[in-house]
Protein backbone atom coordinates (compact mmCIF):
# COMPACT_ATOMS: atom_id res chain seq x y z
CA UNK A 1 0.00 0.00 0.00
CA UNK A 2 1.35 3.78 -0.93
CA UNK A 3 1.88 5.17 2.58
CA UNK A 4 1.58 8.96 1.17
CA UNK A 5 -2.14 7.87 0.77
CA UNK A 6 -4.40 9.34 4.26
CA UNK A 7 -7.33 7.08 4.68
CA UNK A 8 -10.12 8.52 6.98
CA UNK A 9 -10.02 4.11 7.62
CA UNK A 10 -10.15 1.28 6.16
CA UNK A 11 -12.10 -2.21 5.62
CA UNK A 12 -11.00 -5.34 4.80
CA UNK A 13 -9.97 -4.36 1.11
CA UNK A 14 -10.99 -0.49 1.09
CA UNK A 15 -9.92 2.66 1.66
CA UNK A 16 -11.84 5.71 2.53
CA UNK A 17 -10.65 8.95 1.76
CA UNK A 18 -11.96 12.68 1.08
CA UNK A 19 -12.35 13.72 -2.38
CA UNK A 20 -9.57 15.53 -4.84
CA UNK A 21 -9.81 17.17 -8.10
CA UNK A 22 -8.39 14.36 -9.88
CA UNK A 23 -11.46 11.85 -9.03
CA UNK A 24 -13.29 13.86 -11.16
CA UNK A 25 -12.65 12.34 -14.30
CA UNK A 26 -12.52 8.89 -12.97
CA UNK A 27 -15.91 9.43 -11.41
CA UNK A 28 -17.26 10.94 -14.36
CA UNK A 29 -16.51 7.53 -16.37
CA UNK A 30 -18.45 5.86 -13.39
CA UNK A 31 -20.88 7.92 -14.17
CA UNK A 32 -21.42 7.57 -17.61
CA UNK A 33 -21.78 3.92 -17.59
CA UNK A 34 -25.28 3.14 -18.39
CA UNK A 35 -25.63 -0.24 -16.01
CA UNK A 36 -24.43 1.91 -12.94
CA UNK A 37 -26.68 4.72 -13.55
CA UNK A 38 -29.82 2.41 -14.56
CA UNK A 39 -31.39 3.19 -11.74
CA UNK A 40 -31.27 6.78 -11.74
CA UNK A 41 -33.18 9.64 -13.82
CA UNK A 42 -30.32 10.85 -15.79
CA UNK A 43 -26.78 10.03 -16.48
CA UNK A 44 -24.51 12.97 -14.89
CA UNK A 45 -22.59 15.43 -17.10
CA UNK A 46 -18.97 16.38 -16.15
CA UNK A 47 -20.38 19.82 -14.67
CA UNK A 48 -22.56 17.79 -12.42
CA UNK A 49 -20.13 15.21 -11.37
CA UNK A 50 -17.76 18.29 -10.46
CA UNK A 51 -20.34 19.99 -8.84
CA UNK A 52 -20.91 16.66 -6.71
CA UNK A 53 -17.06 16.29 -5.87
CA UNK A 54 -16.68 19.32 -4.53
CA UNK A 55 -20.31 18.71 -2.77
CA UNK A 56 -18.83 15.61 -1.13
CA UNK A 57 -15.45 17.48 -0.38
CA UNK A 58 -16.94 20.82 1.77
CA UNK A 59 -19.60 17.41 2.98
CA UNK A 60 -16.72 16.02 4.81
CA UNK A 61 -14.40 19.19 5.82
CA UNK A 62 -17.91 20.41 7.81
CA UNK A 63 -19.57 17.33 9.08
CA UNK A 64 -16.90 14.75 9.35
CA UNK A 65 -18.91 12.68 6.76
CA UNK A 66 -19.92 12.25 2.99
CA UNK A 67 -20.02 10.12 0.34
CA UNK A 68 -16.31 9.04 0.43
CA UNK A 69 -14.05 8.54 -2.61
CA UNK A 70 -13.22 4.85 -2.33
CA UNK A 71 -10.18 2.77 -3.57
CA UNK A 72 -8.94 -0.86 -3.83
CA UNK A 73 -6.10 -1.56 -0.78
CA UNK A 74 -4.77 -3.97 -2.80
CA UNK A 75 -3.34 -1.37 -6.04
CA UNK A 76 -4.89 1.91 -5.42
CA UNK A 77 -7.28 1.86 -8.08
CA UNK A 78 -10.63 4.27 -7.36
CA UNK A 79 -13.58 2.41 -8.04
CA UNK A 80 -16.33 4.94 -6.97
CA UNK A 81 -17.91 5.88 -4.10
CA UNK A 82 -19.37 4.48 -0.36
CA UNK A 83 -20.53 6.56 2.27
CA UNK A 84 -22.76 8.71 4.04
CA UNK A 85 -24.56 12.24 2.82
CA UNK A 86 -27.38 14.74 4.38
CA UNK A 87 -30.28 14.15 2.27
CA UNK A 88 -32.90 17.36 2.51
CA UNK A 89 -35.34 16.63 -0.49
CA UNK A 90 -38.93 16.55 1.11
CA UNK A 91 -39.92 13.25 2.61
CA UNK A 92 -41.66 12.44 6.21
CA UNK A 93 -37.73 11.35 7.30
CA UNK A 94 -35.27 14.29 5.80
CA UNK A 95 -33.67 15.74 6.78
CA UNK A 96 -31.45 12.54 7.41
CA UNK A 97 -28.11 11.20 6.67
CA UNK A 98 -28.20 8.20 3.86
CA UNK A 99 -25.91 5.66 3.67
CA UNK A 100 -25.20 5.17 0.04
CA UNK A 101 -22.55 3.88 -2.48
CA UNK A 102 -21.82 4.02 -6.41
CA UNK A 103 -18.88 1.61 -7.74
CA UNK A 104 -17.78 1.27 -11.54
CA UNK A 105 -19.45 -2.06 -12.46
CA UNK A 106 -16.14 -4.09 -13.10
CA UNK A 107 -15.95 -4.04 -9.38
CA UNK A 108 -19.27 -5.71 -9.07
CA UNK A 109 -20.61 -8.92 -7.63
CA UNK A 110 -17.43 -8.99 -5.25
CA UNK A 111 -18.72 -8.05 -1.80
CA UNK A 112 -17.28 -4.91 -2.08
CA UNK A 113 -20.30 -2.54 -1.92
CA UNK A 114 -21.01 -4.16 1.15
CA UNK A 115 -18.09 -4.41 2.75
CA UNK A 116 -17.43 -0.76 2.48
CA UNK A 117 -21.51 -0.02 3.30
CA UNK A 118 -20.61 -1.95 6.55
CA UNK A 119 -17.50 0.03 7.78
CA UNK A 120 -19.54 2.76 6.93
CA UNK A 121 -22.49 2.37 8.99
CA UNK A 122 -20.04 0.80 11.89
CA UNK A 123 -18.36 5.20 11.23
CA UNK A 124 -21.70 6.39 11.37
CA UNK A 125 -22.74 4.89 14.36
CA UNK A 126 -19.23 4.46 16.22
CA UNK A 127 -17.15 7.13 15.76
CA UNK A 128 -19.87 9.99 14.27
CA UNK A 129 -22.74 9.20 17.17
CA UNK A 130 -25.10 8.96 14.64
CA UNK A 131 -28.78 7.59 16.41
CA UNK A 132 -29.86 6.98 12.87
CA UNK A 133 -28.98 6.07 9.40
CA UNK A 134 -30.95 5.84 5.86
CA UNK A 135 -30.53 4.08 2.94
CA UNK A 136 -32.79 5.15 -0.55
CA UNK A 137 -33.32 3.36 -3.72
CA UNK A 138 -36.05 2.96 -6.25
CA UNK A 139 -38.17 0.06 -5.62
CA UNK A 140 -36.91 -1.66 -8.77
CA UNK A 141 -32.67 -1.52 -7.84
CA UNK A 142 -33.55 -5.38 -5.75
CA UNK A 143 -29.51 -5.26 -5.81
CA UNK A 144 -28.94 -2.12 -3.46
CA UNK A 145 -31.95 -3.55 -1.25
CA UNK A 146 -30.21 -6.76 -0.66
CA UNK A 147 -26.59 -4.63 -0.06
CA UNK A 148 -29.43 -2.50 2.51
CA UNK A 149 -30.74 -5.71 4.00
CA UNK A 150 -26.93 -7.86 4.01
CA UNK A 151 -25.91 -4.51 6.02
CA UNK A 152 -28.50 -4.92 9.00
CA UNK A 153 -30.35 -2.08 8.03
CA UNK A 154 -34.27 -3.09 8.11
CA UNK A 155 -37.08 -2.11 5.97
CA UNK A 156 -39.69 0.51 7.08
CA UNK A 157 -42.16 1.12 4.05
CA UNK A 158 -42.17 2.56 0.14
CA UNK A 159 -42.69 5.98 -0.85
CA UNK A 160 -43.10 8.32 -3.68
CA UNK A 161 -39.68 10.00 -4.32
CA UNK A 162 -40.31 13.54 -4.39
CA UNK A 163 -37.73 14.03 -6.92
CA UNK A 164 -38.56 11.39 -8.94
CA UNK A 165 -42.28 12.31 -9.45
CA UNK A 166 -42.31 12.65 -12.93
CA UNK A 167 -40.79 9.37 -13.57
CA UNK A 168 -43.12 6.79 -13.52
CA UNK A 169 -40.19 3.82 -13.18
CA UNK A 170 -38.31 5.27 -10.22
CA UNK A 171 -40.27 7.32 -8.34
CA UNK A 172 -41.56 4.27 -5.93
CA UNK A 173 -38.49 3.87 -3.21
CA UNK A 174 -37.92 1.86 -0.53
CA UNK A 175 -36.94 3.26 2.90
CA UNK A 176 -33.97 1.51 5.21
CA UNK A 177 -32.94 2.61 8.47
CA UNK A 178 -31.11 1.44 11.69
CA UNK A 179 -31.18 2.36 14.94
CA UNK A 180 -28.99 2.66 18.13
CA UNK A 181 -31.35 1.02 21.04
Same mark, same amino acid.
Given at each position: ??????????????????????????????????????????????????????????????????????????????? @???????????????????? @??????????? @???????????????????????????????????????????????????????????????????????
Amino acid at each position: MNDAIKYIFTSERLGFRNWNLTDIDKMYEINSDEKVMEFFPSIPTKEQTTEFVERMKKQYEEKGFCYFAVEKLEDNQFI @GFIGLSEQTYEADFTPCVDI @GWRIKSSEWNK @GLATEGAKKCLDYALSDLKLKKVYSIAPKINVKSEHIMEKIGLKKQYEFEHSLLTNNERLRTCVLYQTEIK
